[in-house]
């Protein structure tokens, strides 16, 4: 008895949206600075999304900006 394939061809990879990567640490920022150096860990291990959760908080860190009401 043989046994059944589940995939007929290889399963597609689908690229990650470079957006997704982009972020631009503030100058002087530690936590920026931080973050910078685990989005390039994390892209260098293949962890896509530790790099897309680090690119994210770099740029939503508001760097000590008090929001307005």
Do not use: F
């Amino acid at each position: 008895m043989t046994t059944p394939s589940r995939y007929s061809t290889k399963p597609i990879e689908l690229s990650l949206e470079s957006w997704l990567l982009e972020g631009t640490p503030a100058p002087d920022c530690d936590q920026c600075a931080a973050r910078a150096v685990k989005r390039e860990q994390a892209v260098k291990a293949g962890d896509w999304k530790a790099a897309c959760a680090a690119a994210r908080g770099i740029r939503n860190h508001r760097h000590g900006h008090r929001e307005t009401v």
